[in-house]
Structures are given as structure tokens and as C-alpha cells.
């Protein structure tokens, strides 16, 4: 059964494909009949800025905005960045975190382990996953690591969708040419055991 309303974040730096994982997202909720609303709030996204974008879906949707510890599920597609979404985390939050982390000029590049500790007093419900390098090795594309992670939120049941309407999604936004390696990509994080 699906929930009334299901709200996610997603969050990362500019050029990691957030806009194109929100798009399909939405595009396969409305496949499913939902009530679609979506919002952008990014900073500098052309310079590897912050990029956040949310998506709530369901019977009755108001607002495009998720609300303060309401999110049921974060995609951080970079580590650091996931720290930034716990304003609409609460204990019920699924994450699902990217291990990679872009270095911040003049900044130390923070211990894993610190920022999970951090996470933790939030919600025990976090999955860390070497998606980057996963696609780098595979598909020698690394932008790929963010369908890669949704076949796995899918598999794993973070998202309350269809595999078919996913598809469905991934063919309407995708250009022709790169969808046979983003429907790999989709399988190969599907299939990833963890």
C-alpha cells in the first residue's frame, strides 16, 4: 500500500545529476496517478555549489516544499552534503548517502566516521554506498552513481514505486543515446548486494 504522502530530499554538488534523478522521479509518480509537486533550491550548481532539490508525491499534494523532519527518504549523492538535509530528518528518515566527498577549497576534508556519528543522532536508518566508484569502474561515468542509487533505494524499498514506471521515467527524461547505460547502471544498483 502506498502512503498518503511520501517526501524526499535530494542533495549532492552541482553537476552530480540531482534535477535529472528529481525528473525521473517525478515523471514515474506520475506514471503511478500521483499527485506531483517539486521544488529546486540550489546555490551554485555550475561550480560544484550545494544543489537540493525536493519531491513529495501521493493522493493530495499542496506544497512542492518537504517540511522540517518530514522527509521519509534522503538521497545524498555526496557525503558531506548529506549533514545539510538533517533539517527534514527525524528517526522515521530513510538516507542513502553516496560515499564520495568533493574536497572544499581551503577546508579538511571531515573523517566519514565523524559524519555519521553526526547523522546517527538523527536516525540509525543510513546506507553508505561507494556508488561513484562503483560507476567509474563499470561505466568509466561517475555521474551515473545517481541511477545506479535509486535501483538500489528501489530494490531495497526506500521508494514506494514501480520498477516499470521507473524505466518509464528514465526513458522520458534521458536522451535517447545514454539511456542503455543509465538502464545498466539502474540493474547494476538493483542487483548490488551491500
Same mark, same amino acid.
Given at each position: ?21 528529481? /525528473? ?10 500521483? %499527485? ?19 519531491? /513529495? ?21 555526496? @557525503? ?14 530513510? @538516507? ?85 547505460? %543509465? ?6 544498483? @538493483?542487483? @548490488?548486494?551491500?
Amino acid at each position: 500500500m502506498k502512503p498518503e504522502i511520501f517526501n524526499i530530499i535530494i542533495n549532492g554538488v552541482g553537476g552530480q545529476g540531482q534535477l535529472t534523478l528529481l /525528473r525521473i522521479l517525478a515523471f514515474s509518480a506520475l506514471k503511478e496517478n500521483l %499527485n506531483v509537486k517539486w521544488s529546486e533550491l540550489h546555490g551554485l550548481s555550475q561550480r560544484g555549489g550545494s544543489v537540493e532539490v525536493h519531491l /513529495r508525491f501521493g493522493k493530495k499534494i499542496f506544497s512542492p516544499l518537504v517540511c522540517q523532519a518530514d522527509a521519509d527518504f534522503i538521497l545524498s549523492l555526496e @557525503f558531506q552534503e548529506s549533514q545539510k538535509a538533517l533539517y527534514y530528518a527525524d528517526s522515521k528518515t530513510q @538516507f542513502l548517502i553516496n560515499e564520495t566527498i568533493t574536497p572544499i577549497p581551503g577546508e579538511a576534508i571531515p573523517e566519514k566516521e565523524e559524519i555519521l556519528k553526526f547523522l546517527e543522532k538523527f536516525t540509525k536508518k543510513i546506507e553508505i554506498l561507494p556508488a561513484s566508484k562503483i560507476c567509474q569502474e563499470k561505466f568509466q561515468k561517475e555521474v551515473l552513481s545517481g541511477v545506479f542509487l535509486l535501483g538500489y533505494a528501489l530494490n531495497k524499498k526506500f521508494l514506494p514505486l514501480k520498477k516499470e514506471s521507473l524505466f518509464e521515467g528514465i526513458k522520458k527524461v534521458i536522451p535517447e543515446k545514454y539511456q542503455k547505460e %543509465n538502464f545498466e547502471a539502474f540493474e547494476t544498483g @538493483f542487483s @548490488f548486494k551491500f
